[in-house]
């Protein structure tokens, strides 16, 4: 019996970070926080962001292999897609038992082994920084945090400014050209988890059907409010 549910669930929040949506599922909910320090930035670095923003926003489809390693031991490979804006595909390889997908407007969580949904709205997790229609990073929705930039890399943390306790996510692009290469994100727990892509291909044809969510097995649905 398939059980759909909008609770917290523990084991979903751990996958769900390291797909860009760790705040809505994080458990428990983190005590009120202090405003986020946002960081100083110079004119270059300003620029630089602007280089980020543009690039966010041009950027259409990609797939790619992904490595995901956290610091609590776990570790998983899989695949991800993504058709900006508002849809996204990650499926996890065996024996890690999840799918997540995002069809526009919701994120659904599917654990196969414990026969669970989990549906939450995509404006309410970090997912957002990368599917939004227009990403405007200095917009005062996000809080800019930390911004390094290497020899040929620039890494860019934030918060989202209302929701900074849930935790941050740190972008990591090539730079010449301006290349998403990997994430990180800290989550309300302290628990770091990075995604590098591999194999990445930018600006390739996706079936629209990647990106549709069919609740399985609907007869006998036990739904969870």
Same mark, same amino acid.
């Given at each position: ?11 979903? /929040? ?5 797909? =860009? ?5 994080? %458990? ?16 270059? *670095?300003?620029?630089?962001?602007? &280089?980020? !923003?543009?690039?966010?926003? &041009? =950027?259409?489809?990609? !797939?790619?292999? #992904? ?5 609590? @031991? ?29 069809? $526009? ?5 599917? *654990?196969? !082994?414990?026969?669970? +949904?989990?549906?939450?709205?995509? @404006? ?5 920084? =990368? ?10 929705? #996000?809080?800019?945090? $930390?911004?390094?930039? @290497? ?7 934030? %918060?989202?400014?209302?929701?900074? $306790? ?37 600006? +390739?044809?996706?079936? /629209? ?10 007869? $006998? ?5």
């Amino acid at each position: 019996m398939i059980r759909l549910t909008r609770e917290p669930r523990r084991r979903a /929040a751990a996958f769900i970070a390291a797909a =860009l949506t760790a705040a809505v599922l994080a %458990v428990p909910p983190p005590a009120a926080a202090d405003p986020p320090q946002a960081a100083e930035l110079s004119a270059a *670095d300003k620029a630089d962001i602007g &280089r980020i !923003e543009d690039y966010l926003n &041009r =950027l259409t489809t990609f !797939e790619a292999r #992904f490595l995901q390693i956290s610091t609590n @031991g776990n570790q998983a490979e899989g695949v991800i897609y993504l058709w900006r804006p508002g849809r996204m595909r990650i499926e996890y390889d065996p024996p890690t038992p999840i799918l997540i997908v995002a069809d $526009g407007s919701a994120l659904f969580y599917h *654990d196969k !082994e414990l026969d669970q +949904v989990s549906e939450v709205p995509i @404006g309410a997790t970090p997912a957002s920084v =990368l599917l939004d229609e227009k990403i405007v990073l200095l917009s005062g929705e #996000f809080t800019i945090i $930390g911004f390094e930039r @290497g020899s040929r890399a620039l890494r860019l943390a934030l %918060v989202k400014t209302e929701d900074a $306790g849930e935790g941050s996510i740190t972008l990591i692009f090539g730079d010449r050209p301006l290349i998403l290469k990997k994430w990180t994100i800290t989550d309300a727990q302290e628990i770091t988890t990075t995604v590098s892509l591999l194999k990445s291909r930018f600006g +390739v044809p996706l079936k /629209a059907e990647l990106f549709q969510f069919e609740t399985p097995e609907m007869e $006998g649905v036990e739904t969870e409010d």
